[in-house]
């Protein structure tokens, strides 16, 4: 069974699914990365056909405060200048809603 069926399977039989870093991070992730040719549209392609989410939650915040989280910094993408140009990619793309595909998006702004 796929991850796409596995998902749509759980969800029919009512299963509530919380998803971490669900498509639109892995989208921000890969297109912050600046290769040619990995533009929005080609990172999102890897997702049509999942389903979409209900929600969409994004918490903003600062490199002190993600640096103070235990363990930041063993991953490769947990650096300050990358998770800068993370949020690079959420802010621009959230300007234009193209990765606005669910009913809501609640963002939480723990920056200040």
Do not use: H
């Amino acid at each position: 069974m796929s991850c796409r069926e596995a998902l749509i399977s759980a969800l029919l039989l009512g299963t509530t699914l919380v998803v971490d870093r669900y498509a639109y991070s892995g989208v921000s992730y890969s297109a912050a990365k600046g290769v040619p040719g990995m533009d929005i549209e080609w990172c999102r392609n890897p997702d049509i056909g999942l389903p979409a989410p209900d929600l969409v939650v994004y918490l903003r915040v600062t490199n002190a405060v993600a640096a103070a989280r235990s363990g930041f910094g063993e991953e490769r993408y947990e650096k300050a200048e990358f998770q800068d140009k993370v949020r690079g990619v959420w802010r621009e793309r959230l300007a234009v809603c193209e990765l606005c595909i669910c009913s809501r998006l609640w963002m939480w702004d723990m920056t200040e």
